[in-house]
T-cell receptor
Framework: DVKVTQSSRYLVKRTGEKVFLECVQD?????MFWYRQDPGLGLRLIYF???????EKGDIPEGYSVSREKKERFSLILESASTNQTSMYLC????????????????FGDGTRLSIL | GDSVTQMEGPVTLSEEAFLTINCTYT??????LFWYVQYPGEGLQLLLK?????DKGSNKGFEATYRKETTSFHLEKGSVQVSDSAVYFC????????????FGAGTRLAVHP
């Protein structure tokens, strides 16, 4: 089975801190994604990466950056944490190419619930 | 742009009741469609998928049929259990591109004994 591991389930940080959220996948997936999940808003894409050292902005990239130095690891960085970044953060990964049955689904980690005080 | 609309929750049912969660989409081309489930305190798990018109995805007693004529992908289950209580997300993935999913807002299901 695919395993996507996020480094922390719960995290509490202070306003202005630099925060790192780590994600590792073990299936040699090309694509990796960071989402945030907020009540009533569903999941919103922050950033994604389709290859090592490659990154693309998602729908809400402001206040965030990412790093992908190795294929299996994708880090989300809050440069200067603010209270409006309190949220559940979900990492996902998928193969880059469609299978013979169609597009490949994304596989998710268990999430990191981040609180900024 | 592409979008997914789900019925608002929460949906509250008694055990063994029939479940329908509506999902409609707007997309160009021929997207793949997915249902994900999120149990309390966990990440999202893929529940089922359909990749072309008239395909039926099924898993754990849940079913959904890709209806291109009505741009819908409604989730159904004939007899729900308490353990099905979760949040359900409908999502589409446009053909080509980088496998970017577009999610609906999610529908919370609560099943009571």
């Amino acid at each position: 089975d695919v395993k996507v591991t996020q480094s922390s389930r719960y995290l509490v940080k202070r306003t202005g801190e630099k925060v790192f959220l780590e994600c590792v996948q073990d299936m040699d997936h090309e694509n990796m994604f960071w989402y945030r999940q907020d009540p009533g808003l569903g999941l919103r894409l922050i950033y994604f990466s389709y290859d090592v050292k490659m990154k693309e902005k998602g729908d809400i990239p402001e206040g965030y950056s990412v790093s992908r130095e190795k294929k299996e690891r994708f880090s989300l960085i809050l440069e200067s944490a603010s209270t409006n970044q309190t949220s559940m953060y979900l990492c996902a990964s998928s193969f880059g190419r469609p299978s013979r049955t169609g597009n490949q689904p994304q596989h998710f980690g268990d999430g990191t619930r981040l609180s900024i005080l | 742009g592409d979008s997914v609309t789900q019925m608002e929750g929460p949906v509250t049912l008694s055990e063994e009741a029939f479940l329908t969660i509506n999902c409609t989409y707007t997309a160009t081309g021929y997207p793949s469609l997915f249902w994900y489930v999120q149990y309390p305190g966990e990440g999202l798990q893929l529940l089922l998928k359909a990749t072309k018109a008239d395909d039926k995805g099924s898993n754990k007693g849940f079913e959904a049929t890709y209806r291109k004529e009505t741009t819908s992908f409604h989730l159904e289950k004939g007899s729900v259990q308490v353990s099905d209580s979760a949040v359900y997300f409908c999502a589409l993935l446009r053909s080509g591109g980088y496998n970017k999913l577009i999610f609906g807002a999610g529908t919370r299901l609560a099943v009571h004994p």
